[in-house]
Antibody, heavy 121, light 107 residues
Framework: EVQLVESGGGLVQPGGSLRLSCAAS????????MHWVRQAPGKGLVWVSRINSDGSSTSYADSVKGRFTISRDNAKNTLYLQMNSLRAEDTAVYYC??????????????WGQGTLVTVSS | EIVMTQSPATLSVSPGERATLSCRASQSVSSNLAWYQQKPGQAPRLLIYGASTRATGIPARFSGSGSGTEFTLTISSLQSEDFAVYYC?????????FGQGTKLEIK
């Protein structure tokens, strides 16, 4: 059974940093591109970042470029999102999500339960 | 930048009836369109990808159709567990982009 379990969310002050983790199990983690998607309270889904299967290529939404860094450790089956210079508008539930199996399949077939990040003073 | 528009924002339907949800793209996304279901407090669940292919474990009452700019998600006979928010997502153009969602509520 595919499982994605996020952790690391919490309350942080504006300008602060937080590192999210996503532990994967039930599939060959190193074979899949992975993504982060966020959802502000009461709002819709917004794609944040992606990383390819070996970690050599990354991409970011313009709203987080230069502040967030996605990475992965295939030996530990874990995805990360380092978030720096956090702003109030980054407040959201952050989901890690697995991409479809083929190159270019940028839909998300499995999702974690999400971790809440709150940026507030 | 591409824009994904879902309609209606809220749809009220009685259990056992058919529900039809629409998603429109501002430019062609070919068949690179997915649908998700999200219930309160839960993560989204993939229903449909490739505009019309049901994901693993998704009941046959869910069907997707369309290509280019116009897409439809149809739920043939609504069950109580189907009342939720539904999102479409295009993945033909970068970045992946979701619609704003349609809330399917009990009439």
């Amino acid at each position: 059974e595919v499982q994605l379990v996020e952790s690391g969310g919490g309350l942080v002050q504006p300008g602060g940093s937080l590192r999210l983790s996503c532990a994967a199990s039930g599939f060959t983690f190193s074979s899949y591109w992975m993504h982060w998607v966020r959802q502000a309270p009461g709002k819709g889904l917004v794609w944040v970042s992606r990383i390819n299967s070996d970690g050599s290529s990354t991409s970011y939404a313009d709203s987080v470029k230069g502040r967030f860094t996605i990475s992965r450790d295939n030996a530990k089956n874990t995805l990360y999102l380092q978030m720096n210079s956090l702003r109030a508008e980054d407040t959201a539930v952050y989901y890690c999500a697995r991409a479809g199996p083929d190159y270019g399949d940028y839909y998300f077939d499995y999702w974690g339960q999400g971790t809440l990040v709150t940026v507030s003073s | 930048e591409i824009v994904m528009t879902q309609s209606p924002a809220t749809l009220s339907v009685s259990p056992g009836e058919r529900a039809t949800l629409s998603c429109r793209a501002s430019q062609s996304v070919s068949s690179n369109l997915a649908w998700y279901q999200q219930k309160p407090g839960q993560a989204p669940r993939l229903l449909i990808y490739g505009a019309s292919t049901r994901a693993t474990g998704i009941p046959a009452r869910f069907s997707g159709s369309g290509s280019g700019t116009e897409f439809t998600l149809t739920i043939s006979s609504l069950q109580s567990e189907d009342f939720a928010v539904y999102y479409c997502q295009q993945y033909n153009n970068w970045p992946p982009l979701f619609g704003q969602g349609t809330k399917l509520e009990i009439k």
